[in-house]
């Protein structure tokens, strides 16, 4: 797992918490409850869009209706956004509706309207998959201390059918993270509050009708969420670290005994593996994680979380005023990145510099193009991750100018692929002889910085890139690739 940045979005002094996160039309969007306190009061839900992969941020959306707004969601069915979210009118919890408002474009939103046939069950986090809207939603009594999450289809994503329950009883199952892969496998990571609030992991397949359940006992955890990057599967949410202590303070909901951290995690059959925390601050209110897949990277994700790592510029209380984060995160395990096999020209000096260098020809002999020799994976010399590196320092020398490369790649009979790149010079690329990329690097080169999708022939490929080396400056690429879905 590879985190390649984390920023803030939120600093003005309210409670923000509960994001959700999605791609729409080629932007980013993050969505959050903003509130006076963590539960009741007035709140009322925001959407953010950013149209340069998260480096800033503009409102596009305040989401109200009749009460206290509640935990928010995005998901689309591909022509509208919906920003999803319950309400809860004047305090009464057991009376919540869940509903939606919706946009086709971004900018011009629809009211949020509560759903039809949803009854109190809360819709927390809907997907779409092959024309219809599905749903994991849960409901609690007030008079017994026990929950249910049943099943609901929608053909337009307001009208919903209560289709069958999942699980009910004295665990308390409630929130429940659903993912649709396009292949129709269904992961979701649901919620319990009974016992030490272990959660249950559980698959099916379209259409749904059935679902196989584990529970992961090595783990608590709660306000889940789950996504896959390509055979393995990940978990995420508020962690307790210390399992008995952690349970009594999820109880308590009070942040006394705080043990909890943002805990990302494997899941190897039935048993979870650690991967990293977030930021985490000081107090037990955090996590909750909205996971979007990048549109042209499935192993790469846009992930928001809330949290009160850091302190609001005003000086409110830190604890009980956190903020909405998103991490850019990478989940390369068992990855084969092309590392052997390349041709190398020697560093040429051509007059424009990169701009005016052309697809090149390894039979060009003003070019000189040799095999690049292989060295061994223990290399480790330079910075984290070089074992991966297509390694140019020898042609390069400390010196300015162009190094050419080129490389036959054997993609079977797909006809379409993914190449994903990552360079610390300026560069261009050629497919099978025609230009398909030209950019800026960045310092250093990072995994997967740029994704193309191409049309490829059957059989072997031609990749051919030229890297200007910034002075001498630049070390090499990374390129992967995979077959496009």
């Known amino acids: 797992m590879i985190i390649r940045s984390i920023r803030r979005i939120t600093d003005d002094a309210r ?34 869009r950013s149209r340069d992969g998260g480096i800033s941020w503009e409102h596009v959306a305040v989401v109200c209706g009749p009460g206290s707004m509640g935990d928010t969601h995005l998901y689309t069915d591909g022509e509208r956004l919906f920003a999803v979210g319950f309400c809860v009118p004047e305090g009464k919890v057991t009376a919540c509706a869940s509903g939606a408002a919706s946009t086709e474009n971004g900018d011009e939103w629809t009211n949020w309207t509560r759903y039809e046939g949803t009854g109190s069950y809360i819709l927390w986090r809907p997907e779409f998959f092959a024309g219809k809207h599905y749903c994991a939603a849960y409901t609690w009594s007030s008079k017994r201390p026990w929950g249910a999450v049943r099943w609901f289809e929608s053909r337009d994503g307001r009208r919903w059918r209560n289709v069958r329950e999942i699980h009910s009883g004295e665990e308390r199952p409630s929130e429940c993270h659903l993912e649709i892969l396009p292949n129709g496998h269904a992961a979701m990571l649901m919620r319990c509050d009974g016992g030490v609030f272990h959660p249950y992991m559980c698959t099916s397949e379209h ?13 608590t955890l709660v306000g889940a969420a789950v996504w896959t990057a390509g055979d393995d599967v990940y978990i995420g949410g508020r962690w307790c670290y210390e399992p008995e202590t952690g349970a009594r ?3 308590r909901d009070d942040g006394a005994d705080n043990v909890a951290q943002i805990g990302i995690f494997r899941v190897d059959g039935n048993r979870t593996v650690f991967q990293r925390v977030l930021p985490s601050g000081p107090w037990f209110d955090l996590s909750y994680l909205g996971v979007a897949r990048y549109p042209d990277n499935p192993r790469r994700f846009a992930i928001s979380f809330y949290s009160d790592a850091v302190a609001p510029a005003c000086g409110v209380d830190q604890r009980t005023h956190p903020d909405i984060y998103w991490a850019d995160a990478l989940f390369l395990r068992g990855v084969e990145f092309l ?54 320092r020898h042609v390069i020398e400390g010196k300015p100018g162009v190094v050419c490369l080129a490389r036959d790649i054997a993609v079977g009979n797909a006809r379409r692929i993914r190449l994903h790149m990552g360079y610390d010079g300026a560069v261009k690329v050629w497919w099978n002889g025609a230009e398909v990329f030209a950019g800026p690097g960045t310092k250093p080169a990072f995994k997967d910085h740029t994704s193309l999708a191409l049309e490829s022939r059957p059989g072997t490929n031609r990749l051919t890139m030229a890297l200007d080396t910034d002075g001498g400056n630049a070390q090499g690429v990374f390129v992967r690739w995979e077959k496009a879905l």
Not at 25 to 34: C, F
Not at 207 to 219: H, Q, S
């Open 339 to 392: 590392r052997d096999g390349f041709r190398v020209s020697k560093r040429i000096s051509p007059v424009g510099g990169l701009a005016a260098v052309g697809c090149p020809d390894t039979k060009d002999a003003s070019l000189a193009f040799r095999e690049l020799p292989a060295r061994p994976r223990t290399d480790y010399s330079g910075f984290p991750g070089e074992c991966d590196l297509v390694l140019l």
């Open 207 to 219: 259409p749904f009708a059935t679902w196989k359940m584990r529970k992961l006992t090595d783990i």
């Open 249 to 251: 303070c999820l109880e």
């Open 15 to 48: 409670h923000n918490a509960f994001p959700g996160a999605c791609w729409f039309k080629g932007n980013i969007y993050i969505s959050y409850r903003q509130g006076d306190v963590h539960g009741g009061g007035i709140a009322r839900i925001i959407v953010l």
